[in-house]
Structure formats: structure tokens, C-alpha cells
């Protein structure tokens, strides 16, 4: 009797691991820790009030390499090395250099590439059904963070969007299209700054 009770004891352990939020979440991002996409991003106040509506394209290799353009009338180019944070405004002609550790802790490309122990660490993981689509709900566990929540919406093992909320109440959308699995080509992940552009390094000292 003893060895059967410990017997259900122990399924039902492994059920409750396997079931867990976190676990399931690593799982499907799985396939995102080395991708490509085309997305859509719309911003919305707390009111629901549109703000703004940007298209472009990201590539990740990994947490600390990755790729992220949006078009006109928003152009922006944001280039993770592995070193330094690139972020180039096109209308400014300004380039923005920053040490990488400083920019992603809480970044979704931290959730993308975390896996199960970082996503359990950084943030508090719930999971619950809309319609057909499996949600996840990562409330940073820090009390400084400037992101209040962010969302990911599953298809069965398809992320359809990102919502990501932000500690003003604004929202942004992100619905991911064209998605690739292959890994990215390096040359996508290097930045040189324009000639004649201005650029500000906040590196400690210059390159």
C-alpha cells in the first residue's frame, strides 16, 4: 500500500513539473532562440487611444545578438553585437553606442532566448485559453521595471503576437509575420556608424 501511495506521489510530482507555466513556455520559444520575422507593431495609450503604427523586420541569434529595423515614417536600426547596443535614428542621423548588458535584462529578446530558468527569475508566469490560442502572462518580478506585463499569444506552437505593457498603461502590439528558423547570417548582426552621422558612445570610453 505504502509503495503504491508513493508511487502516485511521484506522477503526480512529475505531472505538476511538466505542467508547469514556465516549462511550457521555454518549450514553445524554443524554436525563436535563433530567428527571423517581419512584424507590425501598434502602440495604444491606456484609453485604447491608437499612437502609433510602425512595420519592419528582426532577426535574433542570441540574447546578446540581434537585429531590429522599422520602416519610414519611424526608421530605426537597433543592432546588438555581442559587445554594444546600436541604435541608429535615421531622421536624426544620431547613433546611440551602450553596453549590451545594460539594455536587454527584461527586453523580449531576453524572453526569446532566456529559457525556463531566466523566464522563472525575471518574471512571474500564468497560462490561460482565449478562444483557441493558449496565452502566457510574464509580470517582471523586479519593482523597477518599465515593462508592467507582457503577453504572448500561442496557436498551438505558432507565437501569432506580443503585447508588451508598459509602467504608463501604454501598449504595444507586436504580430509577428514571414518567421524563418534558420540561423541568421552574421553580417546582419554588424554596425558600422554612417559617415558624418553624430555619434553618442556611453561605453565608459570611446571605441
Keep these: 500500500m505504502m509503495r ?98 545594460d539594455a536587454i535584462a527584461a527586453s523580449p529578446v531576453a524572453i526569446f532566448t532566456g529559457g525556463a530558468d531566466v523566464l522563472g527569475s525575471r518574471f512571474r508566469v500564468t497560462n490561460e485559453r482565449e478562444n483557441n490560442l493558449s496565452v502566457y502572462q510574464l509580470v517582471p518580478r523586479g519593482t523597477d521595471e518599465v515593462t508592467r506585463q507582457i503577453l504572448l499569444r500561442f496557436d498551438g506552437d505558432r507565437l501569432v503576437d506580443l503585447s508588451i505593457e508598459d509602467a504608463l498603461g501604454n501598449r504595444s502590439l507586436v504580430t509577428l509575420t514571414k518567421a524563418t528558423y534558420e540561423q541568421p547570417s552574421p553580417e546582419r548582426f554588424q554596425f558600422t556608424p554612417p559617415k558624418d552621422a553624430d555619434v553618442i558612445y556611453a561605453l565608459g570610453k570611446q571605441r
Design 4 to 101: 503504491c501511495l508513493v508511487g502516485l506521489l511521484c506522477v503526480g510530482w512529475t505531472c505538476l513539473v511538466i505542467a508547469s507555466p514556465v516549462d511550457y513556455l521555454a518549450r514553445l520559444l524554443e524554436p525563436y532562440q535563433s530567428f527571423s520575422a517581419e512584424f507590425k507593431q501598434i502602440t495604444s495609450s491606456q484609453e485604447g487611444d491608437p499612437i502609433t503604427e510602425i512595420t519592419g523586420e528582426l532577426s535574433i541569434a542570441s540574447s546578446s545578438i540581434f537585429y531590429w529595423k522599422t520602416n519610414p515614417p519611424y526608421a530605426q536600426v537597433i543592432v546588438a553585437d555581442g559587445k554594444v547596443l546600436w541604435v541608429f535614428d535615421e531622421d536624426l542621423y544620431q547613433v546611440q553606442a551602450r553596453p549590451i548588458d
